[in-house]
T-cell receptor, first 115, second 116 residues
Framework: AQSVAQPEDQVNVAEGNPLTVKCTYS??????LFWYVQYPNRGLQFLLK??????LVKGSYGFEAEFNKSQTSFHLKKPSALVSDSALYFC?????????????FGAGTRLFVKA | DAGVIQSPRHEVTEMGQEVTLRCKPI?????LFWYRQTMMRGLELLIY????????DSGMPEDRFSAKMPNASFSTLKIQPSEPRDSAVYFC??????????????FGEGSRLTVL
């Protein structure tokens, strides 16, 4: 069975500083990994995904994520945080090996960016 | 594209009443997912469909919950009878299932259910 862990409930960062939101995963087959963002009273929005290829994936709003197979991690990063980046971030995984479509989400990490 | 459309956006009902949540996926998408979000349990997958067929309903909490997808453009999640612990935000999401199953999910705005 697949699973996702986001070890931090909350991340605080000052505007202009780099940010990292951590994610580790567990799947039996090839991992398909995703990051989503949720703003208050809204649905989740897709940010980026890793399926195969380059370990550094670039996505929307200047976000990127680094896939590390040996550490089974997929951390979300941004070089310079904005106050408007404050939101709830979810890491998600699908087991590409099974050919199924079941997508499991982590518990979420709340990002606060201070001006 | 209109995106995933859910209704109602808010529902307040009394314990024991039937609740029906509705979802219209993005046109052309062939996979549909129902999730439930609560503070305590986070985002839980309830059930998902491929080509209108339920594939995995292992997340449906109990027999009071049922979901249908009579055609490619409509799905319902029904709770009968409802209980206060069903209070949550219910999200519908759709995706395009390609040969490599890599499609991201597109979420609706959610239906906030309060059972008194």
């Amino acid at each position: 069975a697949q699973s996702v862990a986001q070890p931090e409930d909350q991340v605080n960062v000052a505007e202009g500083n780099p940010l990292t939101v951590k994610c580790t995963y567990s799947v039996s087959g090839n991992p398909y990994l995703f990051w989503y963002v949720q703003y208050p009273n809204r649905g989740l929005q897709f940010l980026l995904k890793y399926i195969t290829g380059d370990n550094l994936v670039k996505g929307s709003y200047g976000f990127e994520a680094e896939f590390n197979k040996s550490q089974t991690s997929f951390h979300l990063k941004k070089p310079s945080a904005l106050v408007s980046d404050s939101a709830l971030y979810f890491c998600a995984v699908r087991d590409g090996g099974t050919g199924g479509f079941k997508t499991i989400f982590g518990a979420g990490t709340r990002l606060f960016v201070k001006a | 594209d209109a995106g995933v459309i859910q209704s109602p956006r808010h529902e307040v009902t009394e314990m024991g009443q039937e609740v029906t949540l509705r979802c219209k996926p993005i046109s052309g998408h062939n996979s549909l997912f129902w999730y439930r979000q609560t503070m305590m349990r986070g985002l839980e997958l309830l059930i998902y469909f491929n080509n209108n067929v339920p594939i995995d309903d292992s997340g449906m909490p109990e027999d009071r919950f049922s979901a249908k997808m009579p055609n490619a453009s409509f799905s319902t999640l029904k709770i009968q009878p409802s209980e206060p612990r069903d209070s949550a935000v219910y999200f519908c999401a759709s995706s395009l299932k390609g040969g490599s199953h890599t499609g991201e999910l597109f979420f609706g705005e959610g239906s906030r259910l309060t059972v008194l």
